[in-house]
């Protein structure tokens, strides 16, 4: 017996704690005399920012080069008017395309976030994917409806 279990015992034995309680302190000491840990909880990973959030954020500049690439190439490289209109119109609708997938991916990675705040993070990241996105959809309806007034009217 060591001198913890020994001081326990006499803590007992003067009645300053119950049997029940000198078992327990006892149990907790174990049979080294240290004290061990009592179901410690396992250690916590620190949050790691959402993929999905990262890839919000990132739509609108993919998007955009890839709709400059594409419009751009395709319009420089075009023969005719409408081949070049083609090309721009094609670079609008992925572009459009993209910056819809950026707006759910960032709506995604906004619930993942709020349902485990403990395992991710990248909340500032969300909100920007979606509002970036907002704006440039707002921005391309804005700039097709110009387009096709324009073009009425060019008529």
Not at 18 to 35: M, Y
Not at 114 to 136: H, M, N, Q, W
């Amino acid at each position: 017996m060591t001198d913890e279990h020994e001081r326990i015992e006499k803590m007992r034995a003067e009645g300053k704690v119950t049997a029940e309680e000198a078992e327990r302190l006892k149990a907790a000491l174990g049979k080294s005399g240290e004290a061990q840990a009592l179901r410690r909880p396992p250690p916590v990973a620190e949050p790691v920012t959402h993929k999905l959030a990262i890839l919000s954020a990132l739509a609108l500049p993919v998007g955009a080069a890839a709709a400059i690439v594409i419009g751009g190439l395709g319009a420089s490289l075009a023969t005719s008017r409408s081949g070049r209109e083609i090309a721009i119109s094609v670079g609008f609708w992925l572009l459009f395309l993209i910056v819809i997938v950026g707006g759910i991916l960032g709506q995604i990675a906004l619930s993942a976030i709020r349902r485990e705040p403990d395992r991710f993070r990248g909340r500032g990241l969300a909100l920007f994917g979606r509002l970036v996105a907002l704006l440039a959809l707002i921005v391309i309806v804005f700039g097709a409806v110009s387009y096709v007034m324009l073009r009425t009217v060019g008529r």
